[in-house]
């Protein structure tokens, strides 16, 4: 029997004041994403902002359905739109802003399982790693080096190769 441990390191900011440019540029994005977010059930409201090796930033944002199934998060939003519009650039970060009506996000509110598991197949696609850097409200912004940093024993396509 063998046992594995798993370790992974992340960044945390105190402000967006110690954030280089670009990274406070794209977190911007998101959180002006945010602010249109569809979400009537929740009132929860995610913005996404992925950047591409291009330079553009491509945004989304939840979009919630009285269908509750039928809704879909910010980040796959986002992310799904980069790949339907440069489907061969590469993604180099992702930011995320998460707010809710009811009260304070004062932390920041890591992607679900399922975006995850969207981005990781981008990561895998492009062959190089995707930061993700996230934020609430207000507080912290924390900064991950890679999507399979925080999706460990991820399953993907190598699964599925026979050859
Ligand atoms: N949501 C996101 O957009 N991203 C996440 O990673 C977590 C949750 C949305 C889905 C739903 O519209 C609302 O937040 C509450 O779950």
């Given at each position: 029997m063998k046992k594995h441990h798993i370790q992974f390191e992340f960044t945390e900011c105190s402000?967006?004041?110690?954030?280089a440019a670009p990274d406070k540029r794209l977190l911007e994005a998101a959180i002006k994403a945010r602010k249109n977010?569809?979400?009537?059930?929740?009132?929860f409201k995610v913005g996404a902002a992925v950047l591409l090796e291009n330079g553009e930033i491509v945004v989304g944002n939840n979009q919630e359905n009285?269908?509750?199934?039928?809704g879909l998060c910010a980040e796959r939003v986002a992310i799904f739109q980069a790949g339907a519009i440069y489907p061969n650039v590469a993604v180099l970060s992702v930011a995320i802003s998460a707010a809710a009506e009811a009260h304070v996000v004062d932390r920041p509110a890591g992607p679900c399982g399922s975006c995850r598991q969207a981005m990781m197949e981008y990561e895998q696609k492009q062959n190089s790693p995707i930061r993700l850097l996230m934020q609430g409200e207000e507080g912290p912004i924390y900064i991950c080096n890679a999507i399979a940093d925080i999706l460990p024993l991820a399953f993907g396509n190598s699964f599925l190769d026979n050859s």
């Open positions: 402000s967006t004041a110690e954030l977010a569809y979400a009537p059930y929740s009132g009285a269908s509750y199934p039928a």
